[in-house]
């Protein structure tokens, strides 16, 4: 096998995630040509694919107040709803999943709620053998944001960054590339402030900056927003030094595609 990749479709960018249940078909239809288009270029090239849940699994776990798990004082249907979230969640998988099969894309959807466990809002376990079979017989494994059981919480809401931590622990990607609706990690929100100013490079000497200068997601995000995937990807990246993350646009044409072949420095935000 040759170089591993860990690719993210953002939830804000499949779907539009102030809209419910409201996915963008015409954006990862581009998107699974881009994929395809790199893989034919570069034969050797391996990859992980992962989607966010946007508007379907946000909006449901938003409802029922899932973020903080189903503990005293949840609402009485609040285990309906975690099953209403995974529905949700599936049913935007399987969209992709046809869409892709459909450009020529041989991905193996893996339902992480099927093996994940969490505890206090962290994934701490997810099976990880079915993604290596994939991989060796040459097949795309695709996981997305789900829910799963969690020993304090009873459930939580897991992230595909969370997920792609996981994974990368077993499987030691080179890259980890997150395609968003934004050109990556700002110092304000760029859709309500037109100054913000884009990170181009976020390490050691600024992450305690970056923290302090993130702020929420601008539309429902039930798993925490920028801060919460920067400072996983920035952890992820200490205990790996071989790894990088690339944060880019997933709007932009082409731009998906060029960061898979490595063609795409200067772009976005580099985490190292």
């Not at 969209?95 to 992480?112: C, K, M, N, R």
Request: hydrophobic content about 40%; proline content about 4%; aromatic content about 6%.
């Amino acid at each position: 096998m040759g170089e591993l990749v860990f690719l993210k479709l953002g939830g804000s960018v499949i779907t539009d995630k102030n809209r419910e249940a409201t996915a963008r078909e015409d954006v990862i239809r581009r998107a699974g040509r881009e994929i395809n288009r790199a893989l034919k270029a570069q034969p050797a090239l391996s990859l992980v694919l992962g989607h966010g849940s946007g508007s379907f699994g946000h909006f449901v776990a938003d409802k029922y107040g899932l973020r903080d798990g189903i503990r005293e004082g949840s609402q009485k249907d609040a285990w309906r709803g975690y099953a209403e979230t995974a529905a949700a969640a599936a049913r935007l998988n399987r969209l992709v999943t046809d869409i892709f099969l459909a450009e020529g894309l041989p991905v193996f959807t893996l339902q992480p709620s099927a093996s994940a466990l969490g505890r206090s809002g962290e994934l701490t376990f997810m099976e990880t053998r079915p993604a290596a079979e994939a991989l060796s017989h040459g097949l795309i494994p695709l996981v997305y944001g789900d829910v799963a059981f969690d020993e304090t919480w009873g459930c939580t809401i897991i992230s595909t960054e969370q997920i792609f931590a996981c994974l990368a622990r077993e499987f030691k990607p080179g890259r980890i590339i997150l395609a968003g609706i934004v050109e990556g990690v700002y110092d304000s929100d760029p859709f309500l402030n037109p100054q913000a100013r884009l990170f181009r490079e976020i390490g050691p000497d600024n992450i305690a900056q970056v923290e302090q200068a993130l702020s929420g997601s601008h539309s429902v995000d039930v798993t925490g927003g920028m801060l919460t995937k920067v400072r996983e990807m920035y952890a992820l990246v200490r205990s790996q030094p071989s790894l990088s993350v690339h944060l880019i646009s997933g709007q932009r044409e082409g731009l998906i595609e060029r960061a898979l072949l490595g063609q795409a420095a200067g772009e976005g935000t580099l985490i190292r």
